[in-house]
């Protein structure tokens, strides 16, 4: 897999136009972004259709960025799959990008992801564990084991259902803002 780190990317885009991709959250997206990306999310990538959408530059470099470089492997990882193999990870993400003060688009801050999930998880085990202590019915003990299982699972498998229930919710869409689509 191809890498490049951040200011080399910067020098490559202050040079001529490059293609760079953001795999993030739509929020996540539209709260700080590299200034050039444009918003890709990682669980609707198409690789077809980005090679598309690039207007005949397929031979060019398409540089892909998250927020530390996890997502964006896993996107490299899906163009390679497809047979698309001009793809360059940005080491670092976005954390990277803003640490090194290259230039950058901010806009309204969200709450992450991250945060969200262990919100709702806490949330839901203290619910199911204060009915099981108040009602004193042992079935609703089932609740937090529930929450504990589908956490265990989300770390060992680094896929969490519940993070990608809530990234569909409202809150989490940008529909009709500019900052946030491709």
């Known amino acids: 897999m191809q890498t490049i780190d951040v200011k080399r990317l910067a020098d490559q885009q202050a040079n001529g136009e490059i293609d760079l991709i953001d795999v993030r959250m739509p929020t996540e997206y539209r709260e700080v972004h590299a200034d050039g990306a444009v918003n890709v999310p990682l669980d609707s990538l198409d690789p077809g259709a980005v090679v598309q959408m690039r207007n005949g ?37 976005t ?8 230039p950058v688009v901010r806009g309204k801050k969200a709450i992450s992801l991250e945060r969200q999930v262990r919100i709702a998880a806490g949330s839901i085990a203290l619910i199911g564990s204060l009915a099981a202590i108040v009602t004193g019915n042992v079935y609703f003990a089932g609740i937090p084991a529930f929450i504990g299982a589908g956490l265990t699972f989300a770390g060992v498998t680094d896929t969490c259902g519940m993070g990608m229930m809530l990234s569909k919710m409202p809150w989490n869409q940008c529909s009709g803002d500019k900052s946030c689509s491709v």
């Open 95 to 102: 954390t990277a990008w803003v640490n090194a003060r290259l």
């Open 57 to 93: 530059r397929s031979e060019e470099p398409l540089y892909v960025i998250c927020k530390s470089g996890n997502r964006s492997s896993k996107a490299v990882q899906k163009f390679l799959d497809a047979g698309i193999d001009n793809v360059v990870n940005v080491d670092g993400g």
